[in-house]
């Protein structure tokens, strides 16, 4: 009689239900025991993407800038460091839920080998999941994660937003939104169904709640249409029809866009917004998606009988699109003058040339604008981008 098939650390684990119902701390002690590693820590981004937050032990936050725990963070990539002692190693793996970054985990253990290796990138990728999940009703992920009391406005619009960043083999879309704890009218908005990528910027009139307000309906009316299969054009009229009904004394600025994964086809509705920009190997494609002015979205009585227009380009593989808030070119550099539009595509196309990951350029832009003015801004400034990369690049 041939011997039973031994069943694997990780399919233990998981075939008991009481570890994945289990607090963090009490599921990364109770995988690590029975994947044989020594000891793990999870780390978890702030909000702003400045530090690590240890949410599974009792340690040190580390900087994402100017630690090899950043450096896997950044990278997405993992890192092995030596202790001073040398009888132990640690290794950072990259805490990644699909596209999105999540932090990072330390893996910590008296010898490195490949099955050390391959069982922490398990672990890592369990672990990912798991705090997706548990951040959606787990207060304290949150507490941890921020630095400082956040605004009422703030608040109602960040319990609206999706990931930073979402993307599978064709395409990545991410973003980024400050000041973090003080937005009031700016948020973006992307989603992936079937082979469309649907991504949006708002920008509502005011930096007060009722600013925030107007954003909202706007979000939830292009969701709920998007949702019944409403084209684009549709969408941003279920929008405006939303914004004048239950909201008519406010008016927002946006840019909607779908693209199609296949065929890299873009189409896009710019309602008195600031328009997309194109970057087509690391050029800025100038005046490419410059379309006539348009009213702000709850605005119809200024469209008089003419629909709103609908734009189509065509993309090129690795071709990258920015939409923005103006609270992003009007923004003041270190010397006192304004970002630009000129300045902001050269530090994107820069940042590209580098082959750093999508997420990273955009974080480290944002970091380069708050930087330049002590942390505080005069406006909103939000900035979603997102790259078509078709199956032959993949």
Same mark, same amino acid.
């Given at each position: 009689?041939?011997?039973?098939?031994?069943?694997?650390?990780?399919?233990v684990?998981?075939a008991?239900r009481?570890?994945?119902t289990?607090?963090?701390?009490?599921?990364?002690?109770?995988c690590s025991?029975?994947?044989?590693?020594q000891?793990?820590?999870?780390y978890?981004?702030?909000?702003?993407?400045?530090?690590?937050?240890p949410?599974?032990?009792?340690?040190s936050?580390l &900087?994402?800038?100017g630690s090899?725990? $950043?450096w896997?963070?950044?990278?997405?990539?993992?890192r092995v460091?030596?202790?001073?002692?040398g009888?132990?190693?640690?290794?950072?793996?990259?805490?990644?839920?699909g596209?999105?970054?999540? $932090?990072v985990l330390a893996?910590?253990? %008296?010898?490195?080998?490949?099955?050390?290796?391959?069982?922490?990138?398990?672990? /890592?990728?369990?672990l990912?999941?798991?705090?997706?999940?548990?951040r959606?009703?787990?207060?304290?992920f949150v507490?941890?994660?921020?630095?400082?009391a956040?605004?009422? &406005?703030?608040?109602?619009?960040?319990?609206?937003?999706?990931?930073?960043t979402?993307?599978? +083999?064709?395409?990545?879309?991410?973003a980024?939104?400050?000041?973090?704890?003080s937005?009031?009218?700016d948020?973006?908005?992307?989603?992936?169904?079937?082979?469309?990528?649907?991504? %949006?910027?708002?920008? /509502?009139m005011?930096?007060?709640?009722?600013?925030? *307000?107007?954003t /909202?309906?706007?979000?939830?009316?292009?969701?709920?249409?998007?949702?019944t299969?409403?084209?684009?054009? $549709?969408?941003?009229? @279920?929008?405006?029809?939303?914004?004048t009904?239950w909201? &008519?004394?406010?008016?927002?600025?946006?840019?909607?866009?779908?693209?199609?994964l296949?065929k890299?086809?873009?189409?896009w %509705?710019? @309602?008195?917004?600031?328009?997309?920009?194109l970057?087509?190997?690391?050029?800025?494609?100038?005046?490419?998606?410059?379309?006539?002015?348009e009213?702000?979205?709850?605005?119809?009585?200024?469209?008089?009988?003419?629909?709103r227009?609908?734009?189509?380009l065509?993309?090129?593989?690795g071709?990258?699109?920015l *939409?923005?808030t103006?609270?992003?070119?009007?923004?003041?550099?270190h010397d $006192?003058?304004?970002?630009g539009?000129?300045?902001?595509?050269d530090?994107?196309?820069?940042?590209t040339a580098?082959?750093?990951p +999508?997420?990273?350029t955009?974080?480290?832009?944002?970091?380069?604008?708050?930087?330049s003015?002590?942390?505080?801004l005069?406006?909103?400034?939000?900035?979603?981008?997102f790259?078509?990369?078709?199956?032959q690049?993949?």
């Amino acid at each position: 009689m041939s011997p039973q098939p031994q069943e694997e650390p990780l399919e233990v684990f998981l075939a008991d239900r009481r570890n994945l119902t289990a607090d963090l701390s009490t599921a990364v002690a109770r995988c690590s025991k029975a994947l044989g590693l020594q000891h793990a820590v999870v780390y978890l981004a702030d909000l702003q993407q400045r530090h690590l937050v240890p949410l599974t032990d009792v340690t040190s936050t580390l &900087p994402i800038d100017g630690s090899l725990a $950043g450096w896997a963070y950044r990278t997405e990539s993992l890192r092995v460091e030596e202790s001073e002692t040398g009888d132990v190693v640690t290794v950072w793996f990259p805490l990644l839920d699909g596209a999105e970054r999540l $932090g990072v985990l330390a893996v910590h253990t %008296s010898a490195l080998t490949a099955t050390t290796l391959v069982r922490g990138k398990a672990l /890592a990728g369990l672990l990912a999941m798991m705090t997706t999940s548990k951040r959606t009703y787990k207060d304290t992920f949150v507490q941890r994660t921020r630095t400082e009391a956040m605004e009422l &406005p703030s608040e109602m619009l960040r319990a609206f937003l999706p990931p930073r960043t979402i993307g599978n +083999a064709r395409v990545v879309s991410t973003a980024v939104l400050e000041p973090a704890y003080s937005i009031g009218g700016d948020a973006f908005d992307h989603a992936l169904t079937g082979s469309m990528l649907h991504a %949006s910027v708002f920008d /509502a009139m005011g930096h007060d709640l009722a600013s925030g *307000l107007t954003t /909202a309906v706007a979000l939830a009316a292009c969701r709920n249409a998007r949702r019944t299969g409403v084209d684009l054009p $549709g969408l941003v009229e @279920c929008v405006d029809d939303a914004l004048t009904q239950w909201l &008519p004394d406010q008016f927002c600025t946006a840019v909607l866009t779908q693209l199609d994964l296949e065929k890299g086809v873009l189409r896009w %509705s710019n @309602c008195g917004h600031p328009p997309p920009l194109l970057i087509r190997d690391q050029q800025l494609i100038a005046d490419a998606m410059v379309g006539e002015p348009e009213a702000p979205m709850g605005l119809v009585t200024l469209l008089a009988a003419r629909p709103r227009r609908t734009h189509t380009l065509q993309l090129e593989p690795g071709d990258r699109v920015l *939409l923005y808030t103006d609270g992003v070119t009007e923004a003041r550099t270190h010397d $006192g003058s304004l970002m630009g539009l000129e300045r902001f595509a050269d530090y994107v196309i820069r940042a590209t040339a580098t082959g750093e990951p +999508a997420p990273e350029t955009l974080r480290r832009l944002i970091h380069s604008i708050l930087d330049s003015q002590d942390n505080s801004l005069r406006d909103d400034a939000t900035i979603l981008m997102f790259e078509w990369q078709p199956a032959q690049r993949r």
